[in-house]
Every structure is written in C-alpha cells, then in structure tokens.
C-alpha cells in the first residue's frame, strides 16, 4: 500500500515537472530593424522594423539616445534572430550598449543586446554614413 502511495506521488509530480517544462519553454523569433542615427556630442537614434513571431508580422518603432563622443549620421539595417520571448511584447524594452565605431560610407555591423524581460536580439546588418563614436546608448522598442 505504501509503495503505491509513494509511486502515485513520484507520477504526480513527474506530470508536473512535465507541465512546467513545456510551459515555461521560450520561442524565438526573426526581426529587421531600420535605425537612423544623428547627433553632435549627445545622438539620438529612431526607426522602425518587423518582428516575425509564430507565423505573424508585428510592427516595431525603435527610439534611442547616445552619450559620449558622437558625431555624424548614419543609417543602419540589422537582420537577425530574437530568442528567449513567450510572446510579440516580450521584444519591446530597453536595450543598452556601449560601444566604439566609426562608419564612412557602408560598413558591416553586427550586435547582441538583451533587454530587462530577457529577449535576447542577435543582430547583423550594415551601416551607411558618416558616423564616429564612442558612446553609451540605449535602445527602446515598442510595439507599433
């Protein structure tokens, strides 16, 4: 009687365990984002992009600011992958940087930033411009 009350429990809390695991499981995703970039000492950074979730298409507005050494503008288009999200919102937040680079015409980029809720976007694209900095910057994205 005492074996079948223990192994009714051990099969309890295996169903659990397997309940939790597939539940609290992260999915990822694909975004593309268009960021244009000016400033003079303290930039400032907006655009726009995709997140492809689950099958769907979601809007995205990107804001930001730069500190440091700034000076310039620039336009950058990044591709990637965003993985750790639950759902479309879990992409929008705050993402921060700091970083060093210089852009005179096109140059490559390439980027990994998480943001407070854990998505994590892994980033690549080009840069087209004038740009040179050195700087902290932080990136917002909101869902459009």
């Known amino acids: ?7 009714r429990a051990a099969l309890v809390a295996i169903a659990a365990l397997a309940g939790l695991s597939t539940s609290a499981m992260a999915d990822g995703g694909t975004v593309v984002l268009t ?7 303290i930039g400032g950074s907006g655009g ?3 997140l492809n979730f689950r099958g769907r298409s979601y809007g995205l507005s990107t804001g930001g600011l730069d500190y440091g050494l700034v000076f310039g503008g620039s336009k950058t288009v990044l591709r990637g992958r965003v993985s750790n999200i639950n759902r479309p919102s879990d992409v929008a937040g705050v993402y921060g940087a700091a970083g060093a680079g210089l852009a005179v015409g096109r140059g490559a980029r390439a980027i990994v ?3 407070q809720k854990g998505a994590v976007l892994e980033l690549s694209g080009y840069q087209t411009g004038l ?7 932080g990136l917002a994205i909101t869902m459009r």
Do not use: E
């Not at 740009?131 to 910057?137: C, I, P, Q, R, Y």
């Open 113 to 115: 930033l998480t943001n």
């Open 35 to 41: 960021i244009y970039k000016a400033g003079w000492i």
């Open 131 to 137: 740009m040179a900095n050195a700087d902290l910057s």
């Open 1 to 7: 009687m005492k074996l079948a009350t223990t192994f």
């Open 48 to 50: 726009s992009g995709v």
